[in-house]
């Protein structure tokens, strides 16, 4: 069974930083492309980043998110630096099983997901 759990939520004030964790077990966590997305209120869910190598931003994120994997832990991560009001969201983790990834955010790329944590950015 699939599972991933996310952590590292949290309340910060706007140019602070979070570092949030999602642990995956459940399947071949090494060759997977995992992604983090969110979704703000009101607004459609999007991609953040994504990564099986290398990873991948969203132009909104780009230098200012860090996305990585631990396989040996099974632990995917977002580094979250200068952070604005404008990144509040549940932040969602997710996971493609294929060892590759594809060239964009489609969500129906991704066949798991998590319960999400919640990030507030206040100004």
């Known amino acids: 069974q699939v599972q991933l759990a996310e952590s590292g939520g949290g309340s910060v004030q706007a140019g602070g930083s979070l570092r949030l964790s999602c642990v995956a077990s459940g399947y071949a966590y090494g060759r997977s492309c995992m992604a983090w997305f969110r979704q703000a209120p009101g607004k459609e869910r999007e991609g953040v980043a994504r990564?099986?190598?290398?990873?991948v931003y969203a132009d909104s994120v780009k230098g200012r998110f860090t996305i990585s994997r631990d396989n040996a832990k099974n632990t995917l991560y977002l580094q979250m630096n200068s952070l604005t009001p404008e990144d509040t969201a549940v932040y969602y983790c997710?996971?493609?099983?294929?060892?590759?990834?594809?060239?964009?955010?489609?969500?129906?790329?991704?066949?798991?997901w998590g319960q999400g944590t919640q990030v507030t950015v206040s100004s």
């Open positions: 990564i099986y190598t290398v990873g």
């Open positions: 997710s996971a493609a099983l294929r060892q590759y990834c594809s060239g964009g955010f489609g969500e129906d790329e991704f066949e798991y």
